[in-house]
């Protein structure tokens, strides 16, 4: 499939890319707007975004590489005391 750098070169029906990486963030083709659990919403017109998954950004719901400073254990779920 190939990558297209925005809505305006995405022919039209085209799907668009997410990639999933294992413990790292979502990157998403954009540009885009995320609907945030209390309703707001935020945007952002880059190529390409990288979305948190693991809620420990400082810029949630944008991923900050915050996942790669994992305290010991597993790492599943949320940071605490942030």
Same mark, same amino acid.
């Given at each position: 499939?190939?990558?297209?750098? !925005? #809505?305006?070169?995405? $022919? $039209?029906?085209?799907? +668009? +890319?997410?990639?999933?990486? /294992? /413990?790292?963030?979502?990157?998403?083709?954009?540009?885009?707007?995320?609907?945030?659990?209390?309703?707001? &919403?935020? =945007? =952002? #017109?880059?190529? /390409?975004?990288?979305? @948190? &998954? @693991? +809620? /420990? =950004?400082?810029?949630?719901?944008? @991923?900050?590489?915050?996942? +790669?400073?994992? =305290? !010991?254990? &597993?790492?599943?779920?949320?940071? &605490?005391?942030?």
């Amino acid at each position: 499939m190939p990558n297209f750098p !925005s #809505d305006a070169a995405r $022919p $039209p029906g085209a799907p +668009r +890319r997410i990639k999933v990486q /294992r /413990r790292g963030p979502l990157l998403v083709e954009g540009p885009v707007e995320v609907e945030l659990e209390d309703g707001t &919403t935020v =945007s =952002s #017109d880059r190529f /390409r975004v990288a979305l @948190c &998954t @693991c +809620r /420990r =950004s400082r810029r949630y719901p944008w @991923c900050d590489t915050s996942h +790669r400073a994992r =305290s !010991s254990g &597993t790492g599943d779920g949320p940071a &605490t005391g942030q």
